[in-house]
């Protein structure tokens, strides 16, 4: 042993390397551990629905990236509010995440009074998923061909027709009220606890219209079992050319599109934050997801944070107005 390999010294040596791993800041050791357990990632609807399809998909991904399980926990009900404050509370350290959509992020905020939560101060956004375009079907024995059509018959049966939706305040309800509002039309809304119970009474001919992501209604629309009549996207859809946009059908600069994307608790440290978005952007980027959204025309997301926090604030602008003008309240 030489001299300067006593064990005094390589004790020395030890302490004071555990000392400097003990000064390096917190965010910064998380980040490059995280995660340390099982993630579990909110949704605030019922299985079936498109933002449950968008979720999983991605979870599913970033359980093979990680090795380590993002689970999907659906909790919906309360227009998505108990979903927030719950994971408002959570530990604020990367293994609660929750799916953000345009209901809980851009309308919520104007149509409860009293949340218990504060969607910007309370949540950090992570990163968005998806934007879904947002299709308009009905149930085949209504008597409308086309949308121009349908506009016409409710219009001559104010208030004899249903549209379902996944819940108040969600994007199915909130492109369906737009579209009341451009149009003129008056139907019922009746509201359900997720898509996939709205889509049951809509193919059973209960209600007569609905809105949804492409991921949820493509299927029912190639089947025949549903009338796609018409998209909320600026332009037609490559995978249903025929279907005209309510742009072009005599309702210019009408868009409405469903959008999702990762928040996390507001106090969660940035280093965090940003090591979740980048395993989301590695995710979206995968052929197993690249493909499918592709597929159902949507777009994929995958941007940095701030990129995110200046979208949803565009959103809450622009949905503030169509509250206020619409008078969306909450069942």
């Known amino acids: 042993m030489t001299r300067s390999d006593t064990p005094d010294r390589r004790q020395w040596l030890q302490a004071t390397l555990a000392a400097g791993l003990s000064t390096l800041p917190w965010a910064a050791r998380a980040q490059a551990t995280w995660p340390t357990k099982p993630v579990r990632f909110v949704v ?37 509010v108990p979903a927030m404050q719950e994971v408002a509370r959570a530990p604020a350290d990367g293994h609660t995440i929750i799916l953000g959509h345009v209901g809980s992020m851009a309308v919520n905020p104007y149509i409860f009074t009293n949340t218990g939560y504060d969607v910007n101060r309370d949540f950090t956004p992570v990163t968005l998923l998806a934007k879904v375009p947002s299709l308009f079907v009905i149930h085949p024995d209504v ?23 996944a819940g108040n305040a969600s994007a199915g309800h909130l492109a369906m009220e737009y579209l009341k509002l451009v149009t003129g039309m008056f139907m019922t809304h009746i509201p359900y606890r997720g898509t996939g119970p709205a889509l049951t009474d809509l193919l059973a001919g209960r209600t007569q219209a609905f809105s949804a992501g492409t991921p949820a209604l493509l299927p029912y629309i190639r089947s025949g079992r549903l009338r796609a009549i018409a998209t909320g996207t600026p332009a037609r859809l490559p995978s249903l050319p025929e279907v005209p946009t309510v742009a072009e059908s005599g309702y210019k600069g009408f868009e409405s599109v469903q959008w999702y994307g990762v928040m996390a608790p507001g106090a969660t440290p940035p280093e965090v934050v940003k090591r979740i978005q980048e395993e989301c952007l590695k995710a979206l980027k995968s052929p197993a997801i690249s493909e499918r959204f592709a597929s159902e025309d949507a777009t994929i997301g995958g941007g940095p944070p701030a990129e995110f926090a200046a979208f949803i604030a565009q959103q809450q602008r622009l949905w503030k107005d169509i509250v206020v003008r619409a008078r969306i309240k909450p069942d």
């Open 143 to 165: 008597p409308a061909k086309n949308f121009r059509e349908f506009v016409a018959y409710v219009k001559s049966h104010p208030g004899q027709l249903n549209y379902g939706s």
């Open 44 to 80: 605030p609807f019922v299985p079936g629905g498109t933002s449950d399809i968008v979720a999983r998909t991605v979870a599913n991904e970033l359980t093979r990236q990680l090795g380590s399980p993002v689970l999907i926990d659906n909790k919906s009900g309360g227009g998505g």
